[in-house]
């Protein structure tokens, strides 16, 4: 009878420890391709792992218990994972070099004139990088991870800024507050200023 009860506990206990696991696992998205078109509209926290890899294997659950916890609190920031591996075009885009490698998707793309000018409507103040690949979007992107909580980051490219907006070179970064906009110029205390109207 005691043999029984312990075999009873016991799977009783495995199956709480996996019913636990897959509620946790919930809240972690698997992304993929997918995930440069929803990126767009959302903050992410995402884990780039390997299959293959001891360490990302030792995160997984804690990962888990992040996601729960990140949804339990409201937090507008979803999370999620991508094998790095099958979606190296994306890691690479992310600076992934080694696993695991977790990320903030901070700086969201405004793909059209419409989503832009929305942008200005709703946010007193925000930052854009306009431009491919370069140092200062390095720069930008380390300077959108220490100041997410205070402001917004976004991407575009040179035809969904408005037309009064004058760029003497590329790539750029502007800030926009309050009907005029800044053109970063290399120094972070000085700024060139110009009036939107």
Same mark, same amino acid.
């Given at each position: 009878?005691?043999?029984?009860?312990?075999?009873?506990?016991?799977?009783?206990?495995?199956?709480?420890?996996?019913?636990?696991?897959?509620?946790?696992?919930?809240?972690?998205?698997?992304?993929?391709?997918?995930?440069?078109?929803?990126?767009?509209?959302?903050?992410?926290?995402?884990?780039?792992?390997?299959?293959?890899?001891?360490?990302?294997?030792?995160?997984?659950?804690?990962?888990?218990?992040?996601?729960?916890?990140?949804?339990?609190?409201?937090?507008?920031?979803?999370?999620?994972?991508?094998?790095?591996?099958? %979606?190296?075009?994306? &890691? +690479? /885009?992310?600076? $992934?070099?080694? #696993?695991?490698?977790?990320?903030?998707?901070?700086?969201? =793309?405004?793909?059209?004139?419409?989503?832009?000018?929305?942008?200005?409507?709703?946010?007193?103040?925000?930052?854009?990088?306009?431009?491919?690949?370069?140092?200062?979007?390095?720069? %930008?992107?380390?300077? &959108? +991870? /220490?100041?997410? $909580?205070?402001? #917004?980051?976004?991407?575009?490219?040179?035809?969904?800024? =408005?037309?009064?907006?004058?760029?003497?070179?590329?790539?750029?970064?502007?800030?926009?507050?309050?009907?005029?906009?800044?053109?970063?110029?290399?120094?972070?205390?000085?700024?060139?200023?110009?009036?939107?109207?």
């Amino acid at each position: 009878m005691a043999a029984w009860r312990r075999g009873v506990a016991l799977r009783l206990c495995a199956t709480v420890v996996l019913l636990d696991m897959a509620f946790c696992k919930g809240f972690v998205e698997d992304l993929d391709e997918s995930f440069k078109d929803s990126r767009k509209d959302d903050i992410w926290l995402v884990d780039f792992y390997a299959p293959w890899c001891g360490h990302c294997k030792k995160l997984e659950p804690i990962w888990n218990e992040v996601g729960l916890e990140m949804k339990s609190i409201g937090s507008p920031v979803k999370v999620g994972k991508m094998d790095a591996t099958s %979606y190296s075009s994306i &890691a +690479s /885009e992310f600076g $992934v070099r080694g #696993y695991p490698t977790i990320k903030l998707a901070l700086i969201r =793309p405004l793909p059209s004139q419409q989503m832009f000018e929305h942008v200005q409507k709703r946010h007193r103040v925000f930052f854009v990088y306009i431009g491919g690949e370069s140092p200062l979007k390095e720069k %930008y992107i380390d300077a &959108a +991870s /220490e100041l997410i $909580v205070y402001t #917004y980051f976004f991407s575009a490219s040179e035809e969904v800024v =408005p037309e009064y907006v004058t760029l003497k070179e590329m790539p750029a970064v502007l800030v926009f507050k309050d009907e005029t906009y800044f053109v970063y110029d290399g120094k972070f205390q000085s700024f060139n200023s110009y009036k939107t109207s």
